[in-house]
C-alpha cells in the first residue's frame, strides 16, 4: 500500500539535534538561544523559502485562516525588522518594486524588501502617518502589529509594557485603516489586554485570538485578529 506523502514543509526531517558550547565571551542564555535557533525547523524552513525570519510562516498561518490580504491591498507592518511578514504580505498582495503597496515601519534599520517600502521610524513620530498615505496613495486595508517591547524578564511588566504597544498599534490602526480593513496585534496571553478587547470591539465588528502552530510552544505570544473596522470619520461623512 502506497503512504500518502505528507504536505507538510518538515515531513522526512531527522530529529538530529544540535548542541552548542558555551563559548568565551558568550553566556549561558546567549548559547541555549543559539542552539534553540539551531534547532529550530522554522529558522531552517525560512532560510530555504527566502523568508528573513521564521516569523513569516505565523503571517502565513494568520492569512490561511483570516483571508487577510487580497490583490491589490495595501498593507503597514509595524514592527517590520528583519521584514519576514513584510515579504509574505508584498507576495500576497502583488506588491511590486515600481508599485509598491506595501510599508514595513521599524525603529531598527531594515535591508531593502521587493514591492515594499522601508521606513526607519518610529510610529508616534509627527507625520508618520500622513508620510505613509502619501507613500500608499490613501489609507489602508491591513495593519500589522507584530511590535515587542525590551523584556525585564519580569512577567506582569512585560505583559504590560506589551499592551501599551499594542494600544499604541490601535490607535495608529485607526488612524491609518479604511472602512472594512483589518489590524492583527502581537499580545502576551494574561489578563491586561481585557480592556483593549472591550476598545476593539467597539471599532471592529470581528475580535478574536489566534495562536499559530509556528509560535514556539513556550511562547506566551497570542494574536489579536480585529476584522471589519468602523471608520467613525467615514460614516459621519456619509
Known sequence: MNKKKSSSPFAGRRDLTVRVKTAKKRSTSSTLWLQRQLNDPYVQQAKRDGYASRAAYKILELDEKYRIFKHGYRVVDLGAAPGGWSQVAARAVGS????????????LDMSPIKGVHCLQCDIEDEGTVERIHALLQGKVHVVLSDMAPNTTGHAATDHIRIVALCELAYAFACDTLMEGGTFICKVRQGGAEQSLLQVLKKRFKHVSH??????RKESPETYLVAREFKDIATNEEG
Open 210 to 215: 489566534f495562536k499559530p502552530q509556528s509560535s
Open 96 to 107: 511590486q518594486a515600481d508599485n509598491p503597496h506595501v510599508v514595513a515601519l521599524d525603529v
